[in-house]
């Protein structure tokens, strides 16, 4: 079964500092993978992906995720972290179904706090 | 840019009684899913369709239907709906191309069920 874990509930960062929100996979096949940020009373928004290629892949504002097949781990960084990051951020799988690569699947989520 | 548009944003009901959420999907993206996030949970798959045709079923209960019409918007159709349907409803769209493409949100309607 696919699956992803985020280990950590919240993240606390001082701004400026470097972060990192931590992702690990289960997948069977290749892994697509994606990161997505949700503000409070928002919908989710697009950071980046994995499909192949460059094991670093770079996204919108500022966000880069590297991919590690031997540990299945996917985890999204930051060389600077500002106060605006602070939200709920969420690593995604795509699996695999009996419709083709429809679903995301969700890890729980991770609250990001930067602070001033 | 055109974004998913839900409709409507925030649902009351009562126990027992029914609720429709609409979605109208980015121009030219042929694909829609309905997730459900519930209070402090991550958002779960419930079903999706490519070119009006169910594609794909999740965790949907049997309560509730969806379709996608020619227009390419959806809508999903909550019946005898229980206090624990209380969540919010994200649908989003994918552009052609299918596995390689990132999924884009609409902001949610937020079910309220008394």
């Known amino acids: 079964a696919q699956s992803v874990a985020q280990p950590e509930d919240q993240v606390n960062v001082a701004e400026g500092n470097p972060l990192t929100v931590k992702c690990t996979y289960s997948?069977?096949?290749?892994?697509?993978l994606f990161w997505y940020v949700q503000y409070p009373n928002r919908g989710l928004q697009f950071l980046l992906k994995?499909?192949?290629?460059?094991?670093l892949v770079k996204g919108s504002y500022g966000f880069e995720a590297e991919f590690n097949k031997s540990q299945t781990s996917f985890h999204l960084k930051k060389p600077s972290a500002l106060v605006s990051d602070s939200a709920l951020y969420f690593c995604?799988?795509?699996?695999?179904?009996?419709?083709?690569?429809?679903?995301?699947?969700f890890g729980a989520g991770t609250r990001l706090a930067v602070h001033p | 840019a055109a974004g998913v548009i839900q409709s409507p944003r925030h649902l009351i009901k009562e126990k027992r009684e029914t609720a429709t959420l609409k979605c109208y999907p980015i121009p030219r993206h042929d694909t829609v899913y309905w997730y459900q996030q519930g209070p402090g949970q991550d958002p779960q798959f419930l079903i999706s369709f490519y070119e009006k045709m169910q594609s794909d079923k999740g965790s949907i209960p049997d309560r509730f239907s969806a379709q996608q019409f020619s227009d390419y918007h959806s809508e999903l159709n909550m019946s005898s709906l229980e206090l624990g349907d209380s969540a919010l409803y994200f649908c989003a769209s994918s552009p052609p191309g299918g596995t390689y493409n990132e999924q884009f949100f609409g902001p949610g309607t937020r079910l309220t069920v008394l």
């Open positions: 994995y499909i192949t290629g460059d094991n």
């Open positions: 997948v069977s096949g290749n892994p697509y």
């Open positions: 995604a799988v795509r699996a695999p179904s009996a419709g083709g690569y429809n679903k995301l699947i």
